[in-house]
């Protein structure tokens, strides 16, 4: 249990790491939390920095997800384990420690975390980047390529109901925490005019 105890604890502060927050405070000095949609996440970088910031932030984001990942395997935790070392680093994104609980919403991080649960799911990132390349609309080609992802837990990587259940009460928490994110950002995009 000490193991278990270790790998959520660390998962969490380095799920806690702000880049996002950093990047934009080096880069332009604003507080991602009071400008664009108020979201301290790779997209808001994405419009408020630049798009290559956006990039990086969100290839940091996700390397927090995948080193819980590590992290848990690493403590030689069983698979069922690991999985609250992601979810620790999801919530410490989401609630880092270092801005006083006002983080992103996690997509990157648990994303991250998933390619290190099972590497193939990049098929999904690729499919939404298509997406968005196509439709230019972010919501859409997340929203298809983060649904696949349960989809093709169950089907193509021969998973359990239980794992593929599991996977979706991941993915749902990320939905919990951008509507407790909504008035907030709806204050900062009307304040910013964004």
Same mark, same amino acid.
């Given at each position: 249990?000490?193991?278990?105890?270790?790998? +959520?604890?660390?998962?969490?502060?380095?799920?806690?790491?702000?880049?996002?927050?950093?990047?934009?405070?080096?880069?332009?000095?604003?507080?991602? %939390?009071?400008?664009?949609?108020?979201?301290?996440? /790779?997209?808001?970088?994405?419009?408020?920095?630049?798009?290559?910031?956006?990039?990086? /932030?969100?290839?940091?984001?996700?390397?927090?997800?995948?080193? /819980?990942?590590?992290?848990?395997?690493?403590?030689?935790?069983?698979?069922?384990? #690991?999985?609250? +070392?992601?979810?620790?680093?999801?919530?410490?994104?989401?609630?880092?420690?270092?801005? $006083?609980? %006002?983080?992103?919403?996690?997509?990157?991080?648990?994303?991250?975390?998933?390619?290190?649960?099972?590497?193939? #799911?990049?098929? +999904?990132? #690729?499919?939404?980047?298509?997406?968005?390349?196509?439709?230019?609309?972010?919501?859409?080609?997340?929203?298809?390529?983060?649904?696949?992802?349960?989809?093709?837990?169950?089907?193509?990587? $021969?998973?359990?109901?239980?794992?593929?259940?599991?996977?979706?009460?991941?993915?749902?928490?990320?939905?919990?925490?951008?509507?407790?994110?909504?008035?907030?950002? %709806?204050?900062?995009?009307?304040?910013?005019?964004?």
């Amino acid at each position: 249990m000490a193991h278990v105890i270790l790998g +959520c604890v660390l998962s969490y502060l380095i799920g806690s790491i702000p880049f996002s927050y950093l990047i934009a405070k080096s880069v332009k000095n604003v507080d991602l %939390r009071v400008v664009g949609e108020g979201n301290v996440g /790779a997209r808001n970088v994405w419009h408020v920095v630049g798009k290559k910031y956006g990039v990086l /932030a969100g290839i940091l984001d996700a390397s927090k997800g995948f080193s /819980a990942y590590w992290i848990g395997f690493l403590l030689g935790l069983s698979p069922w384990w #690991i999985w609250l +070392c992601g979810l620790a680093a999801v919530i410490g994104h989401d609630f880092p420690v270092f801005l $006083r609980g %006002r983080g992103g919403k996690g997509a990157g991080t648990a994303l991250g975390f998933l390619l290190g649960m099972q590497p193939l #799911i990049i098929v +999904c990132l #690729i499919l939404a980047g298509g997406l968005y390349f196509l439709f230019k609309n972010f919501h859409l080609a997340i929203g298809i390529g983060m649904g696949l992802i349960p989809v093709l837990w169950k089907t193509a990587f $021969r998973k359990t109901w239980i794992e593929s259940l599991v996977v979706i009460g991941f993915l749902l928490f990320l939905g919990l925490k951008r509507i407790l994110d909504e008035p907030h950002m %709806r204050r900062i995009k009307q304040e910013s005019g964004w």
